[in-house]
């Protein structure tokens, strides 16, 4: 067994674990594998594993990915911050967008969408530790952004996802998770969605409702930043 594969058998254990703990179906509970940094090998790895969705930040080393594994069935989520130069080749390439944090953003995607791919799925990334973050929206302009969201065309809103402020704290991990669930909660959408939980603090994510965890490091092992 590869290391990959072992990882992703003990990650399964986690979430396995955590899905008992708070009485949920971990069939629920959905693993996205974060591959930023890491060859297009490690991903081939992954596959054969059994993971099938797969997490980008940068969006050039993505397209490279992508087609050098174009003979894999893979789900392709992109999970960075956006410029909005950028937008099209995401519109086209990914299955789902996970970063989508102003109007901006949202409506270039939709009026770029290629019309023979179905609707691509949004999740709204929310600020919630405050002034310590700077990606995602404020919960107070949540609301209005997600309305909007839901009128455009070629996209469908599906939740919310945060990447909290790094605490070891367990229930300082819970509050903010539950903050996302909550604020989910207020909006009285149809959402489905939570994309909350990465490889330090996918137990209180799950335990507040998490319905995909990000794992990277827990998979991949740690990234190596100086070659790129
Ligand atoms: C890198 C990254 C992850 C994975 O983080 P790990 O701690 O390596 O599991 C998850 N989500 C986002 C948005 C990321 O950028």
New binding site residues.
């Given amino acids: 067994m590869s290391t990959i594969a072992e990882n992703i058998a003990k990650v399964g254990v986690r979430i396995r674990e955590a899905a008992q703990a708070s009485q949920r179906d971990c069939a629920t509970v959905g693993l996205?594998a974060?591959s930023?940094t890491k060859p297009a090998e490690a991903i081939r790895q992954a596959f054969a594993a059994g993971t099938c969705d797969f997490?980008e930040?940068y969006l050039q080393e993505a397209l490279e990915k992508q087609a050098e594994l174009s003979d894999l069935p893979l789900t392709w989520h992109f999970?960075?911050p956006i410029q909005s130069n950028k937008t099209k080749p995401i519109a086209e390439h990914f299955a789902w967008v996970?970063?989508v944090d102003r109007l901006k953003i949202a409506q270039r995607l939709s009026d770029q969408r290629p019309a023979h791919l179905p609707p691509l799925n949004i999740c709204l990334q929310v600020n919630v530790s405050g002034e310590a973050s700077k990606s995602g929206c404020n919960p107070d302009e949540l609301q209005a952004l997600a309305q909007a969201v839901t009128q455009l065309p070629n996209l469908r809103l599906r939740g919310l996802?945060t990447?909290p402020e790094p605490t070891d704290d367990p229930s300082e991990q819970r509050a903010a998770f539950a903050r996302l669930r909550e604020l989910m909660q207020g909006l009285n959408l149809d959402l489905d969605t939570l994309s909350m939980g990465?490889?330090?603090d996918l137990e209180a994510a799950i335990a507040e409702g998490a319905t995909w965890v990000?794992?990277?490091?827990?998979?991949?092992g740690a990234?190596d930043y100086s070659t790129t």
Avoid: P
Avoid at 214 to 220: D, M, N, V, Y
């Fill in positions: 996205l974060v930023k997490g930040n999970i960075g996970h970063s996802m990447i990465m490889s330090h990000r794992i990277g490091t827990a998979l991949f990234r």
